[in-house]
């Protein structure tokens, strides 16, 4: 089982800067993870942010966030931070990290395909 853990969720002002993260543990969690971030605005459905695949070892990011946000993952400390810059509005919403092993790339960005979901950190982005 694993367990995942988002901080860093806040208030912020249009044009600004926000790094959120992840803390996995569990004693099945290792490198062979793939994560995500995944974000949820209100009545909309939750939505493929950035993810990184173990197995090629880089990262994606949603074309329309390219740019703006970036991922970084520490295998040693079991982190993943998901830095995001020049942020909108529109980026409101609930950001969740998600895990899970044996995914190819085609499915790093479907939320259907992880069964490991941290409890969400909310990110405001005031206008």
């Known amino acids: 089982q694993v367990q995942l853990v988002e901080s860093g969720g806040r208030l912020v002002q249009t044009g600004g800067s926000l790094t959120l993260f992840c803390v996995a543990s569990?004693?099945?969690?290792?490198?062979?993870?793939?994560m995500a971030w995944f974000r949820q605005a209100p009545n909309k459905a939750r939505e493929y942010v950035a993810a990184t695949h173990s197995g090629y070892g880089r990262s994606f990011v949603k074309t329309s966030v390219q740019g703006r946000f970036t991922v970084y993952r520490d295998n040693a400390k079991n982190t993943f931070e998901l830095r995001m810059n020049r942020l909108k509005p529109e980026d409101t919403a609930v950001y969740y990290c998600?895990?899970?092993?044996?995914?190819?790339?085609?499915?790093?960005?479907?939320?259907?395909?992880?069964?490991?979901w941290g409890q969400g950190t909310q990110v405001t982005v005031s206008s």
């Open positions: 569990g004693r099945t969690f290792s490198s062979d993870y793939s």
């Open positions: 998600a895990a899970d092993r044996g995914l190819i790339v085609a499915q790093i960005s479907d939320p259907a395909s992880y069964t490991n």
